[in-house]
């Protein structure tokens, strides 16, 4: 059986790995090259307490505050504002505080056994010594910072994640390069993180050849289909055989789906990150602010900074001013850190409005599987969705309950 796995990002590679172990004959296909497109700088972060929903009334009553400030958190381009409407209805109907406690529970459930799926696939691909042993420190400057933030520690203690909180002197002894302006932190253990994201899906396609698949680069722009799928339609005009095709093809997936006749409501949720060769300090824990809406990870090359959301398609061009925003705003926390030898990035989030991701078969062709929407969580979620589309495609009984997954609940 050939399954055509389209998009070499982590989830991609992560999935037509779990597929060629199971006896498939995968072809993964790749218009670039594996790992360059969102996988490449993320914020290496396994963020397993960060499943919420970004519709809670708390995120998006701040959107209009934010929209007025440049510096804001979330940033929408004006002349891409009439192309987001639909997308952003969608956002405020998925709000509803029912719909909320069901999104919570989907997100949760994968988050519930992120360490189960992806410690196995980092022993496999030798990377085991890449996750860090720290979790992350969410900082707040005090009582009042924190008790706004107060929501998204009653939802993890509601699905049982664990956290400390934890005071100044504490907060010191473990990250002494903090400033004193940040009087209490939350440690979160289990959000771990990698030193390097993009040597992960390197790793997975070597992985994938070594154990017989393919890759070719080529960028897919058709399909052929009688009862099931047969071939996929290169743009240079080749044709590939394959029984089976799974669309993981990050922030893209969108014009695909719609000439399959399944069109999803996806969006770029653009991201920046800044990399600190040489920051003049060395961390242990990541971090993040929520007031202020960054993060910072260590990771392999240095330190990287990240954050925001900016809403302006797939084809604009990077505004870097973002990316500046964070490192000046990590500078409150981090009063030495240096910036001088460093290189900026922007990545396409693939966000859908209500926040889950679709792990499904297609509701209209055989053989046809979707893997997208993992927005900023694909890092966190690649192994358990490999794990679980694995288990869909091959005909083995899912772990988790797929149906809240579905390509069709649009
Ligand atoms: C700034 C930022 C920080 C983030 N931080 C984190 C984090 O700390 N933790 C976390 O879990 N997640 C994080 N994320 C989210 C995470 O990076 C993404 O969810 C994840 O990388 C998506 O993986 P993917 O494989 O779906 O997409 P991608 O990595 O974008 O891969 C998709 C691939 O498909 C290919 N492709 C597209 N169309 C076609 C076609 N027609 N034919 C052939 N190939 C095609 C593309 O070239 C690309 O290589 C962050 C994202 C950003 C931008």
Request: net charge positive; with cysteine.
């Amino acid at each position: 059986m050939t399954t055509a796995v389209i998009g070499a990002g982590i989830i991609g590679t992560a999935l037509a790995y779990q597929l060629q172990k199971r006896g498939r004959n995968v072809v993964l296909i790749e218009r670039d090259a594996p790992g360059k497109g969102a996988s490449y700088g993320n914020m290496a972060s396994i963020a397993v307490t960060e499943f919420m929903p970004a519709s809670r009334p708390s995120i998006w009553k701040q959107i209009p505050g934010w929209m007025l400030d440049p510096e804001g958190p979330v940033r929408v381009r004006p002349a891409y504002m009439p192309k987001l409407t639909p997308w952003f209805l969608r956002f405020i109907a998925a709000s509803r505080p029912s719909k909320l406690r069901e999104l919570e529970a989907q997100g949760a459930v994968l988050c519930q056994r992120v360490y189960d799926d992806l410690m196995p696939l980092l022993k496999e691909t030798g990377l085991e010594g890449e996750l860090s042993e720290e979790g992350c420190l969410s900082l707040y400057t005090d009582e009042v910072e924190f008790k706004a933030d107060r929501e998204h520690i009653e939802i993890l203690e509601r699905f049982g994640f664990p956290y400390e909180v934890i005071g100044r002197q504490a907060i010191k002894a473990l990250e002494p390069e903090l400033s004193d302006k940040i009087g209490m932190a939350v440690l979160f253990p289990q959000n771990r993180s990698m030193r390097n994201p993009y040597q992960l899906v390197v790793r997975l396609a070597e992985r994938v050849t070594a154990l017989g698949g393919k890759i070719e680069q080529g960028e897919v722009v058709g399909f052929e289909r009688s009862e099931g799928m047969q071939a996929i339609r290169l743009k240079d005009g080749r044709r590939i055989a394959a029984d089976e095709v799974v669309i993981a093809a990050g922030v893209h997936p969108a014009k695909l789906a719609k000439i399959l006749g399944e069109p999803v409501p996806l969006e770029s949720e653009r991201g920046y990150h800044t990399q600190i060769m040489k920051p003049g300090i060395s961390m242990k824990h990541s971090i993040i602010w929520p007031a202020r809406a960054f993060m910072v990870t260590p990771t392999a090359g240095g330190i990287r900074v990240g954050g925001t959301v900016e809403m302006a398609g797939i084809d604009a061009a990077p505004d870097y001013r973002r990316s500046k925003i964070t490192v000046k705003r990590a500078r409150e926390a981090l009063q030495n850190l240096q910036c001088e030898n460093f290189t900026e990035w922007m990545g396409h989030r693939p966000a859908f409005p209500d926040t889950v991701p679709v792990m499904s078969s297609s509701a209209k062709t055989k053989g046809l599987y979707y893997a997208m929407g993992h927005g900023h969580l694909g890092l966190t979620y690649a192994a358990t969705n490999a794990r679980l589309m694995a288990d869909l495609i091959t005909g083995a009984k899912p772990p988790v309950d797929l149906k809240p997954y579905r390509v069709d609940r649009f």
